[in-house]
């Protein structure tokens, strides 16, 4: 069988689920039987070098970098996967759209997190490098941006998770994870 090609990227995200991929332990093994890495912060490349079979996609969208590499990788890749409850829901990120109380609200986002009492910054600056990514309005799921094929819910997905659903994906098959691998309570 040919090899598949995947691609994976962090966006706002914590890097668990990247993580939660490498716990599938000694398994990496028969999946480099199976793939072989293209851009991915695994392999430090940063650039797609062909188009690709499967994208995995951790995190969603907060700012406008995020949004320009979730198009890229929509572009580059067949299948692409949202894996993990940031891709999906937006996950903690998320969580600053509900500082919504003014007319600016980004500000007023910005100014909770680094303009108050509880925050060590003498000089009351909010960062403004040129070279910061512009933060968007609010944060954006991945479906909210592109279209997306497949996920794979979970804050991390466990590495059997997401080594179910590689396997079937490598196989061209929609992934079919078992209940208890998708149920949390
Ligand atoms: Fe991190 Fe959980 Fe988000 Fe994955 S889903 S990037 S583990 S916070």
Redesign the pocket.
Known sequence: MKKKRIATT?LA????????LLDIDERIFDLLELVEFDRSPLNDLKKFTRRCDIGLI??GCCNEENVHVLREFRQNCDILVA??????MG??PVMRNAIMHSDDPLRECLEEAYCTPKVLNPENQIPNDPALPLLLDKVYTCVDVVKIDYQIP????SGETIWQALNALVRNEAPALDYALIKYD
């Not at 894996?83 to 999906?88: K, L, N």
């Open positions: 962090s995200g914590c890097f668990g689920c990247h993580m939660s951790e995190g894996v993990g409850q940031c891709a999906i996950g903690l979970g804050c991390p997905p």
